[in-house]
């Protein structure tokens, strides 16, 4: 296979459906073990968000760049993309959104997730982080996963904010494959993916591929800390 394709989402893993989501083979069978594990503690872990490809990721960017889809800064207020020049403005988008090719969903090894016996049926997740922080109805969920997730092989790339993607206490990896892949995955790979592309700011995007590359691709927390 060429793992280009696969790495920048223009080609899926072998993937397996999780309810209406999907996740890649073995990262869904290692966490369905977790998941049975977590529900002998009372927690329901279910995913908010799986494998995503190229073409969804990109229908993201687009829905952003374009004021279709609200922006966010850190504290969580909602920003005008329009007040922003040049790089700041795909800065903005790229604190929660990957850039199209540049997602670790894309891989099917990364998802998010939140337990569904803390809050009501009709809750709806948001992915804020109070939601995930002391006081929240996930915070119980995430000092399990501090103590049992790598266990099953996941740790948590965005546990803390480290200059590039904002701090994603919901964002889990399946290390013994996303490890590998972030290892093989090249600002070349990417280079390729974004220039066979249609996307909004796309030779903004190109003039600072190596600097996108380097905060929110290569830039994420050590999976033991
Ligand atoms: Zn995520």
Redesign the pocket.
Known sequence: MDHSLLLTGREPPDLVDIGTLQLERQTAAAFTQMQYAAAQDGFDLQL??GYRSFDRQAAIWRAKLTGLRPVFDARQQKLDLATLQGFAKLEAVLLYSALPGA???HWGT???LYDAAAVDRDYQVQ?LEHEYHAGGPFAPMCEWLAVHAFEFGFFLP?RQYRGGVAA?P???SYLPLSGPYLQRFSLQMLQQAVENADLPEQTLILQQLPVIFERYVSTICDALA
Do not use: T
């Open positions: 908010v968000s997602s670790r969903h990364d998802f998010d992915l965005y994603e919901w964002h889990l």
